[in-house]
């Protein structure tokens, strides 16, 4: 297989696979490649393949010995990868391979996101596949694409394609918890339109920078009050304009709708004797939020510094007003909890990405809920503040909540192999992020009974990201022992 950073490490056959596909560029969108190699694999290995239109890959492979007529069962994950990287770190995720090293028991990237989500999925049904040796009923590996970006490819998946009706999907984050039920979500794309007009004379240009956030996943760490930068950027556009006359050029901020935004930048320009009022009203507001998130987000930086160039036009005074108010009005962060599951966050919003067009902003949402009809109100509520803004809303990529199965059969079994093989009991849980069970549970008409495991990762959606070894090698066993199992 050509391995090189992760040679002989155990299980060999899935960190194998692991650092091959790592070498192959696969984020949201760009899995031509990591599709047809999914392919080749199969047809190197004479087994069954179906790539559809969407680039998913079914591959499917008879009962070992003894199991033949047992019904089948699906391994299920996604190819794509989010991809994050630290601001100094030169990386074209188009082109680049992953950079894979080991630092004490874990395994990580060079300031990039990893790609563990999902890739460690990909890699274990790989290696099912190819394996001589394990015992296993008819397996039926499923890899879609762009799950990150909304779950396209689980959405055009063809049922007829697929046969077994036990699903083991491995896009969990955290060993020893079974995941039984998940949010639903949808993606609010608000867009607000420019009026341009040229910049007055005797205005002075600055350019604001709100960075050192930790970021994160927007539905496994939402609950975490991290700071949001777009909402900081909101609060401090809002005070700024609110104290002194200022012209807004430009604001962006966030790269995925999905992930807490880490980082925002504005272009203002001011009169030149409200230069040293700007410079005090900003430090003073990066004190109090320095002060606000001092636990969750003790690396707060609010940057102040005069423009390289001085812009050759600005937002009208309507549209910085459209633009500013609904950045400060649109809701950010935990909506409602469960009143039925204690610690469950219900529903959110999270303010993922601001960017500015040729002549309007889009600001693009991620909606998370378990309940249907919140999410909804939720949407209606960004929805309303965008039409006080002179703001339209489109809803994209929504995908249905994962309900719980109180008489799953493949739960029972992997509660009992758990204790079995590690003493101690899982830990059973709903969770806010989405999983593309939800999606097949709707496919299949509720007829698959599902499951969600996967390894211990850390950071999943940011430069950080980790993937623990020893905890892939137990998920590994439990895994193995669990296809054995299900004769």
């Given amino acids: 297989m050509g391995s090189k950073a992760l040679v002989?490490?155990?299980?060999v056959e899935v960190f194998q696979y692991f650092e091959e596909?790592?070498?192959?560029?696969?984020g949201s969108g760009n899995e031509r490649r990591i599709s047809d190699y999914l392919v080749s694999f199969a047809k190197?290995?004479?087994?069954?393949?179906?790539?559809?239109?969407?680039?998913?890959?079914?591959?499917?492979?008879?009962?070992?010995?003894?199991?033949?007529?047992?019904?089948?069962?699906?391994?299920q994950g996604h190819m794509d990868m989010v991809c994050e990287k630290r601001p100094?770190?030169?990386?074209?995720?188009?082109?680049?391979?992953?950079?894979?090293?080991?630092?004490?028991?874990?395994?990580?990237?060079?300031?990039?996101?990893?790609?563990?989500?999902?890739?460690?999925?990909?890699?274990?049904?790989?290696?099912?596949?190819?394996?001589?040796?394990?015992?296993?009923?008819?397996?039926?590996?499923?890899?879609?694409?762009?799950?990150e970006t909304g779950m396209d490819g689980a959405h055009v998946l063809d049922p007829k394609n697929v046969s077994g009706k036990t699903l083991i999907n491995i896009d969990s984050e955290e060993e020893g918890i079974l995941t039984v039920s998940c949010a639903g979500g949808c993606t609010s794309k608000i867009n607000i339109p420019?009026?341009?007009?040229?910049?007055?004379?005797?205005?002075?240009?600055?350019?604001?920078?709100?960075?050192?956030?930790?970021?994160?996943?927007?539905?496994?760490?939402?609950?975490?009050g991290r700071a949001n930068a777009n909402k900081l950027m909101a609060r401090l556009l809002k005070s700024l304009n609110t104290e002194m006359d200022i012209n807004l050029c430009f604001v962006s901020g966030g790269s995925k709708h999905n992930a807490i935004a880490r980082d925002a930048q504005a272009v203002v320009c001011v009169n030149a004797d409200n230069v040293s009022e700007l410079i005090a009203q900003v430090s003073g507001l990066e004190e109090i939020m320095k002060d606000e998130y001092k636990v969750p987000d003790p690396d707060i930086k609010v940057?102040?510094?005069?423009?390289?160039?001085?812009?050759?036009?600005?937002?009208?005074?309507?549209?910085?007003?459209?633009?500013?108010?609904?950045?400060?009005?649109?809701?950010?962060?935990?909506?409602?909890?469960?009143?039925?599951?204690?610690?469950?966050?219900?529903?959110s919003l999270n303010l993922g990405v601001v960017q500015i067009k040729e002549d309007s902003v889009e600001v693009i949402s991620s909606i998370r809920s378990s309940v249907?009809?919140?999410k909804d109100n939720i949407y209606h509520t960004v929805a309303a503040i965008a039409g006080l803004t002179n703001g339209k809303v489109t809803a994209e990529s929504d995908y249905p909540e994962w309900k719980y199965n109180p008489d799953s059969k493949v739960r029972r079994l992997f509660?009992?192999?758990?204790?079995?093989?590690?003493?101690?009991?899982?830990?059973?849980?709903?969770?806010?992020?989405?999983?593309?069970?939800?999606?097949?549970?709707?496919?299949?008409?509720?007829?698959?009974?599902?499951?969600?495991?996967?390894?211990?990762?850390?950071?999943?959606?940011?430069?950080?990201?980790?993937?623990?070894?020893?905890?892939?090698?137990?998920?590994?066993?439990?895994?193995?022992?669990?296809?054995?199992?299900?004769?």
């Fill in 8 to 11: 002989n490490m155990e299980p």
């Fill in 21 to 26: 596909i790592s070498r192959i560029p696969r």
């Fill in 44 to 75: 190197e290995h004479k087994l069954e393949v179906i790539q559809d239109k969407a680039l998913n890959v079914i591959i499917k492979k008879p009962g070992t010995r003894g199991y033949e007529d047992s019904p089948g069962v699906v391994i």
């Fill in 88 to 147: 100094d770190v030169t990386h074209d995720f188009l082109t680049d391979p992953i950079p894979l090293k080991i630092v004490g028991d874990m395994l990580c990237a060079d300031g990039t996101t990893l790609g563990g989500d999902d890739g460690i999925a990909v890699a274990m049904g790989m290696a099912v596949l190819a394996s001589d040796t394990l015992e296993h009923p008819p397996v039926e590996l499923v890899v879609t694409t762009s799950e």
């Fill in 194 to 224: 420019i009026i341009w007009e040229r910049v007055n004379p005797g205005r002075a240009a600055f350019t604001i920078d709100i960075s050192g956030l930790q970021g994160g996943h927007s539905g496994a760490e939402i609950h975490k």
């Fill in 303 to 347: 940057e102040l510094k005069p423009a390289e160039t001085m812009p050759e036009r600005i937002m009208s005074k309507d549209t910085k007003e459209n633009i500013i108010n609904f950045l400060y009005l649109i809701p950010n962060g935990v909506q409602s909890v469960s009143m039925e599951i204690e610690g469950l966050v219900e529903s």
């Fill in 372 to 374: 249907g009809s919140r």
């Fill in 415 to 487: 509660i009992d192999l758990y204790e079995k093989l590690f003493g101690k009991k899982p830990l059973i849980s709903a969770i806010h992020a989405g999983l593309e069970c939800a999606i097949f549970d709707k496919k299949f008409n509720g007829s698959l009974d599902m499951i969600s495991i996967g390894p211990t990762m850390f950071g999943v959606h940011t430069a950080e990201e980790q993937l623990s070894i020893p905890s892939t090698q137990r998920t590994w066993k439990y895994l193995t022992e669990a296809l054995k199992a299900l004769k």
